[in-house]
């Protein structure tokens, strides 16, 4: 199998090197250090499963694997990890395998024969997407490009028709998530305004309203207003208090 190893400890990634030279069988098509490159070479890469860490800085593993996890036809990932609490949350990320550092060959074995056994199909039949925290990160897929957006910089999502626009400080990009999934994952910070826009606390200015007497929100940055409804008016009010 083609294999991508992600781990930001080198001596890490060169145990599980040589753990794979010793198994034999498997190309190792590459390494990464972070869950952002992790991302990038799977795309570009198009490995059969990505050994992956859990602990690392800016994207951790949990993060990345949710993002490999919605992508069509994906790796399987083993997490290789120091730490046993995470071990629930993996699962619910679809990893098929969880492996203790020091990792042994024998449970490697197991996890990568585990890892062949399983479809797509079977992957999505044992677990549920997604996992138990919001992303930092939203990934955009581009033909053979996989663009990464901090979810801080989001301004707001907009539901038009089948489509969800995610409008940033740099511009726009369409989303395959509904407005509902993103209100649930992003529900701290995130509110919303109208049945069809999901706004960002941390870049809302002010709630007002125009000539006509309707409510409506200015966000930093943006000459245009939103419309707010007015049944959301109180909820709105309450979440901006105590922003």
Known sequence: MRILIVDDEAPARQRLKQLLEDLGGHEIVGEAANGQDALKLGNQLDP???LL???????????????ISARENSPAVVFTTAYDQYAIEAF??????????PVRKERLESALTQARRLTSAEADSLHSRGGSRPRQFISVGNRDELQLFPVAEV??????????????QDGT????????????????????IHRAILV???HLEALEK??????????????????????MVPELRKRMRHN
């Not at 859990?54 to 993002?67: L, V």
């Not at 943006?222 to 049944?231: D, G, Q, T, W, Y």
């Open 48 to 50: 059969d499963v990505i």
């Open 210 to 231: 125009d000539d006509e007497g309707h409510f409506q929100v200015r966000i930093r940055g943006k000459s245009n207003f939103l419309p707010v409804s007015r049944r």
């Open 200 to 202: 960002s606390l941390a």
């Open 92 to 101: 619910e990320a679809r990893a098929v395998g969880y492996l203790l550092k």
């Open 173 to 192: 990009k369409l989303l395959g998530d509904s407005l509902k999934a993103l209100e649930e994952e992003f529900s701290e910070e995130f509110v919303r």
């Open 155 to 168: 301004l707001y999502f907009q539901a038009d028709q089948k489509y969800v626009s995610m409008i940033h």
């Open 53 to 67: 860490d859990i602990r690392m800085p800016g994207m951790d593993g949990m993060e990345c694997a949710r993002h």
